[in-house]
Structures are given as structure tokens and as C-alpha cells.
């Protein structure tokens, strides 16, 4: 979760709905919940979107449409992208993990949220044993990324540890080590 200037919440691959994750929410955020950011479609399916909805009624539901088809979110994202969401945000689609994968920035915080699509422990990784859409598909959407996508300074993924980096070239080859592991090989 991030607070921006208005106060609101924004949340990305939350878990499961509680009152009580509800109240942390409304403590942290006196203005509300703004955003529901959802990276891929397992969030999609276990993060009880609905109910978020009905505490948050003017909550933004966001996901992309092969994820999420039909779901009666109120941004359901087609197409390649970018967009952009409002409030500071984009998204943009990075098939692999999911069909609708997407990446999440906020420039003024210099994030990127990657969901499953990239994280971190000792290494970059791109998960290849969860890969769900093709290795080869994932691996060219994190190489795209690391190419054509803005310079931020953290990447947050939904697993692992956050990523920093102090230029664009780390940045790159961060990307480009997970994206070699779903090759089957590391540079």
C-alpha cells in the first residue's frame, strides 16, 4: 500500500479482504481507498476485488482484461498499453506470467510495482517455474521493459525483496539476468 497526496490509498496485489486489513486502510489513509492495482489474474481471483468495492465504493478496480474478463471491474485494460490510470499512475502489459501481466509506476514515488513478473532474493528472477504464459513471452516482455520502459529507482514485486538501483544501466541488466533465467541460462 502507498498514500498519495490526497490522502488516498492505493493498493496493489492485496490478499484476501478483511475488516480489519479495511480499518489499517482508513487509519493510514484518511481520504480512502483511490486504487486496487491488481499485476496479474491470481490477485484478480483471491484478492475479493468485490468486497474491496463495497467498503470503497468509489475505489478503482484495475486489472487487464485477459485477466479478468468479464469481472465487472471498472478499469479492465486492453491492448499492449501504456496507460495511463490517473492520480500519477501507469500500467503497463507484460505477458508471461499471466497473459494480462501488468506493471504498475508511480513516477513521483519512482516505484514500479512488477507483481510475479520480477522479483528479487539473491538474484533478479523471473519466476520461470510459475511462468504461466510462456518463458519466452515473459522473458521478451522484461527485456522490452528494461529497454523501453521508464528509469525508476525501486521495483517492488509482489514476492521478494525490493530492488534499488542508482541508474538506468543497473536497472537493465537487473532486468536482463531474470529475463536470461527464463531463457533457461544466465548472463
Not at 480499518?23 to 486504487?35: F, Y
Not at 512488477?114 to 510459475?130: C, I, K, R
Not at 530492488?163 to 529475463?179: I, K, L, S, T, V
Request: hydrophobic residues 40%; negative net charge.
Amino acid at each position: 500500500m502507498f498514500v498519495l497526496p490526497n490522502k488516498k490509498a492505493v493498493l496493489v496485489d492485496v490478499p484476501y479482504y478483511s475488516p480489519e486489513l479495511a480499518a489499517e486502510v482508513r487509519r493510514q489513509a484518511p481520504g480512502g481507498l483511490s486504487h486496487l492495482l491488481l499485476t496479474h489474474d491470481d490477485f484478480v481471483g483471491m484478492s475479493s476485488h468485490g468486497q474491496w468495492k463495497r467498503d470503497f465504493p468509489e475505489l478503482v478496480r484495475v486489472a487487464h482484461s485477459d485477466d479478468c474478463r468479464g469481472q465487472g471491474l471498472e478499469a479492465e485494460l486492453s491492448g499492449r498499453g501504456p496507460w495511463e490510470l490517473g492520480v500519477g499512475l501507469q500500467a503497463y502489459h507484460l505477458p508471461g506470467h499471466s497473459a494480462g501481466s501488468l506493471f504498475f509506476a508511480s513516477p513521483e514515488l519512482s516505484a514500479l510495482f512488477t507483481g510475479d513478473s520480477l522479483g528479487f532474493w539473491s538474484a533478479p528472477t523471473g519466476f520461470p517455474a510459475f511462468c504461466r504464459f510462456g518463458r519466452a513471452r515473459q522473458a521478451a516482455s522484461l527485456r522490452g521493459f528494461a529497454r523501453d520502459g521508464p528509469f525508476l529507482q525501486a521495483v517492488l514485486p509482489s514476492h521478494g525483496d525490493p530492488m534499488y538501483f542508482d541508474n538506468d544501466h543497473q536497472r537493465q541488466e537487473a532486468f536482463n539476468q531474470a529475463a536470461s533465467e527464463l531463457e533457461g541460462h544466465r548472463r
